[in-house]
């Protein structure tokens, strides 16, 4: 199973982007999806996820700000990123919740600077 994350990018502060996480390889249903959220030299958090019913959670510091989504016909989970702050910056990566440690990919990197 291969999950890559794409989408991220340089955005000022108060901007959107719109995360993709497509799953590929074998069969692979997939059930509860995190994104995760790793900040320059610090560890990476679990920002959001959602169940394969669309039930999601968030962590504090997004919580109103970034949406969490899925199309299960696509294997494909998203993760809107709207009112970005600086300390979103970081590399946004994909995972099973719990995380599997097999599966992580190389993330996708989010600026958000002026």
């Known amino acids: 199973v291969q999950l890559q994350a794409s989408g991220g990018g340089l955005v000022q502060p108060g901007g959107s982007l719109m995360l993709s996480c497509e799953a590929s390889?074998?069969?692979?249903?997939?059930?509860?999806m995190g994104w995760w959220h790793q900040a320059p030299g610090r560890r990476r958090q679990l920002v959001a996820d959602i169940t394969r019913s669309g039930i999601t959670t968030y962590a504090y510091s997004v919580k109103g700000r970034f949406t969490a989504s899925r199309d299960n016909t696509k294997n494909t989970v998203y993760l809107h990123l709207n009112n970005l702050k600086p300390e979103d910056t970081g590399d946004y990566y994909c995972?099973?919740?719990?995380?599997?440690?097999?599966?992580w990919g190389q993330g996708t990197q989010v600026t958000v600077s002026s």
């Open positions: 390889g074998s069969t692979f249903n997939m059930p509860t």
């Open positions: 995972n099973t919740n719990p995380y599997n440690s097999q599966y």
